[in-house]
């Protein structure tokens, strides 16, 4: 199977646009709640059309929710072994990821992360995270 | 939920297929098999059939988008109640649901639920897991994520919140082996040791490759008749004391608590309904496509504390002789999964109340439980059954 490569809608074409300038952003309601992946309507209001969510720039850094490392990929594109992970972010979201640029017996749940632009295909770029260890630079 | 309402309807009748492996065999011919095999088994014909309930468009499941006409087609019946409810792997137990209640008020008098597919061979049909890269799968699809990975993220986050062992996540493998060691039919019938599972090949971490269930091909099919129909009929008829489902999210990285699963709404709306609590039911057949599975529906319908789920499955309680043993004919672990178990969980759940195990029969079973899991967590379904 090949890697699915995202295909912009209308409603997070914003997002992926961020993405492809190594900027992470996430929606933000007009009630002031973070809201991923994004969508056309706010979450905490769904009835009400003028009130459409934000864009708005995060830090891109969080903790490590859960994750599991795949030693026998079912997509050729990414080689196993790999780290699939679901990241917090600090502002509360959660995000699918990949841990790059680490070991994966490096890696454990409620680790600190922080986002990675990763070019998954030419002119591609995927949000990924690595580990934000303290102390350690760049 | 009008559970005197839905008494209106009783089981009476079910098959599972014995194939495991169907080599060049179409799934429509094991819908074929199975229906015939359970209208049998009730002592009734395709002629008495007016209800088809199926999911059949999934891999290997020999269909396309309009699946039910597509079985109803090959099958030659033309239903006059018809449902696809296609909500991953418990979807039979909820099609199940369905049915019992178009019997209630009549849309139908006699329903069949089936299922069957062939994923180890089938060449044609989706291959992709749950969604597209574009909308809500746009940040989930292109990090290449597998059914095994989805599961693996929970049992990861348990084992970090509750502090469960790998060798506990191996005791439902190892038990669930035992019950299969006495179905012929099964997949794998050697005893494992929580050894041999540590010992196997990791596949997406914390899951060996015993951590994870077979793939077979193969099929299943209930009926259901009106319960005043059901008295003349071959078998007991089996009635529904209770029933509860939900649904919550196929995006993995939507999921509220990565230590719960949708069993923590169906399961309290299933014993609520038949005022039961867990402590009321003999035999549970719990889908176990992972090892993690089984224990999240031990903890989430209330078998025993969320969080202690590691500690039970390894005390033994859910063995055969255990306080609640589970997945009697050795499941989808060792037994069989074609890709949604649910049909055989509540086959084999229905075949503990006649007798008629054929991995290990539990003696005095009166209160039988069947509950099913699709999708990532994404879905669930809980039925409680007895004898008319």
């Given at each position: 199977m090949d890697r699915p490569l995202p295909i912009p809608c209308a409603h997070d074409k914003e997002f992926w646009e961020a993405v492809s300038q190594d900027r992470l952003v996430v929606q933000k309601t007009a009630a002031g709640h973070w809201q991923s992946y994004p969508r056309a309507h706010a979450l905490d209001d769904p009835m009400t059309r003028d009130t459409a969510p934000r864009f708005e720039p995060v830090a891109g850094t969080g903790t490590i929710e859960t994750f599991s490392v795949v030693h026998r990929s079912f997509y050729p594109a990414i080689q196993a072994p790999y780290v699939f992970a679901v990241v917090r972010l600090d502002e509360g979201v959660c995000m699918t990821a990949h841990i790059v640029d680490a070991e994966p017996s490096e890696v454990g749940i409620g680790d600190p992360v922080r986002a990675t632009f990763v070019e998954i295909a030419p002119g591609q770029k995927l949000p990924c995270f690595k580990l934000n260890k303290a102390g350690s630079v760049a | 939920m009008d559970m005197e309402l839905l008494s209106r309807a009783a089981i009476v009748g079910a098959c599972e297929s014995p194939r495991r492996k169907a080599n060049d065999i179409h799934p429509f011919q094991i819908f074929h098999e199975v229906i015939a095999g359970a209208l049998g088994h009730a002592g009734l014909t395709f002629a008495d059939v007016d209800g088809l309930c199926v999911t059949a468009g999934d891999v290997g499941e020999g269909g396309s988008v309009e699946d039910v006409i597509e079985v109803a087609e090959y099958l030659g019946i033309m239903p006059r109640f018809f449902d696809s409810t296609d909500v991953g792997g418990c979807s039979a137990i909820v099609q199940t649901a369905r049915a019992a209640a178009a019997i209630a008020c009549g849309m139908a008098d006699t329903v069949v639920v089936a299922y069957a597919a062939c994923p180890r061979w089938f060449p044609v049909g989706p291959t992709t897991p749950m969604t597209w890269p574009i909308g809500p799968g746009a940040l989930e699809m292109p990090y290449g994520i597998s059914n095994i990975t989805a599961y693996g993220l929970l049992a990861a986050r348990h084992m970090h919140q509750f502090g469960t062992t790998p060798e506990q996540l191996a005791a439902v493998p190892v038990a669930i082996r035992a019950n299969a060691a006495r179905n012929p039919s099964a997949l794998m019938k050697d005893p494992i040791t929580v050894a041999d599972v540590l010992s196997s090949p990791m596949i997406s971490s914390p899951f060996h490759k015993l951590d994870c269930c077979v793939v077979t091909d193969s099929g299943g099919a209930v009926v259901l008749t009106r319960r005043d129909r059901a008295r003349d009929l071959r078998k007991t008829p089996i009635r529904m004391l209770g029933y509860g489902e939900a649904i919550t999210c196929v995006n993995i990285n939507q999921t509220a608590d990565f230590t719960v699963s949708p069993g923590v709404h169906s399961g309290p709306r299933a014993f609520n309904a038949a005022g039961l609590s867990p402590a009321d039911v003999d035999v549970a057949q719990l889908y176990d496509a992972f090892s993690i599975t089984p224990l999240l529906a031990l903890e989430d319908l209330g078998f025993?504390?969320?969080?202690e789920g590691g500690a039970f499955v390894a005390s033994g309680a859910?063995?055969?002789?255990?306080s609640i043993p589970i997945?009697?004919?050795?499941?989808?672990?060792?037994?069989?999964?074609?890709?949604?178990r649910g049909m055989f969980v509540l086959i084999e759940a229905l075949r503990q109340l006649w007798g008629e195990s054929p991995g290990h029969q539990i003696s005095n079973c009166e209160v039988s439980l069947a509950h099913g899991i699709g999708g990532f967590n994404s879905a669930a379904s809980t039925m409680l059954l007895a004898r008319s």
């Open positions: - | 025993c504390k969320k969080g859910i063995t055969a002789d255990g997945n009697t004919d050795g499941g989808g672990l060792s037994s069989n999964h074609p890709g949604k």
